[in-house]
């Protein structure tokens, strides 16, 4: 397995896309094994995509497609500026509590930066906010999206590790919540140092607020129905997916009557780039994979953390280091898909719990957006802003220290945030 992580690390230095990358690199591994009938990589992708459990992840891309495109947006907008806009830095703390409320309807962490980036991020910089800053507090921010059900990482380690997806979901709640409020206790310190005045400073009736959150309500209630479907044994994790697809049809048709043809129309062509790109880079991971437990590379690695520290509370701080340095070079899917087979074995040997370690895993991996030389979320708010790579850079380091300083209360302290699913399930 040397030659063919070796082979995809050059292959990602040169630039060719993650997918390709890892289809190539998995290839060599049949090479070194000419004794391996070569017709197992060709079926390795097929069987990799009609695993049932994995159906979940293109139907939650659909339903949040369909939230977007159906006006729950703009409306959960208006409710975040409603909510902060009389904080220090209001704009910014807009931003962290849509990415909040965004996380039960996109699950993805780079469409919630491009999206704010694009909604807030004029009124930031009109507000007398350095580019850098913003640039940071949206990509960083959006972070929390992938954490809320329904995130398409908890999704994916759930069914590569075999741990309850429902689990996760409401371990991933707490934590997003977590999260919304560290962020937002960075951005009032940096909006207090740097003197950011709020977004108004007249108090809206309390009317307006309740309006505002009728309007909002549907959306705000899709994660907990994800929840308690799953609970009530109600839905698979699969088959709440198709339910949350009939759900967020109903809400843009029928309670918001937004989503018309048009918008429609372009769901299903969102969708379908979305589902391309994920779907892609999960049927490759097969092959890549496949060779994992034949060379004993989890007893490997297993043997090597253990001759470190047998602690479990060292061994989770050391794979945070070691994921966080994989995730500025390797796309979260994939770095779950390949590393789960790898790290899973060793967590149970050591007892760890290991929906906490999926929630750590699925958390930290997504961190690799924010981060140089490839981040997406970093790229593309960076573009969107015209926010120089070098600025945002100079930036980062509170955001930064921020994210980890939360993972590391995580992990010392994981009674709080496992209490939900502990009671829950």
Known sequence: MAVVFSVF?????????LAFSIGIAGVFYFLQHPNLPMSIMVQLPITQTQNFALLAVPLFILAGNLLNRGGTTHRLAKFAMIITGRMRGGFAQTSVVLSTMMGGVSGSCIADAAMEARLLGPDMIKSGYSKGFAACNIAFTGLITATIPPGNALIIFGTASNVSIGKLFAGGLVIGLFMMVVMMFTTWFISYRRGYKPARTEKLPKRMLWESFKECFWALLFPFILLFGIKMGLFTPSEVGAFACVYAFCVGRFAYKELNKENFILALKDSVADIGAVMFIIAFSAILGYGVPIDRVPQAVTGFMVGISSNPTIILLLLVLLLVFIGMFME???TI?????VFMPM???LGIDPVLFGLIFCTVVTLGNCTPPVGLSMFTVNSIMDCSL???CKEMVPW???FLLSVVIIILVPGPFMYLQEAFF
């Not at 690390?9 to 896309?17: E, K, R």
């Not at 898909?337 to 087979?341: K, S």
């Open 332 to 334: 979260g899917a994939a």
């Open 337 to 341: 898909l390949i590393l789960t087979p």
């Open 390 to 392: 070098q600025e945002y």
């Open 347 to 349: 967590i149970q040997s």
């Open 400 to 402: 930064l220290a921020t």
């Open 9 to 17: 690390l050059i292959l990602l230095v040169l630039g060719m896309p």
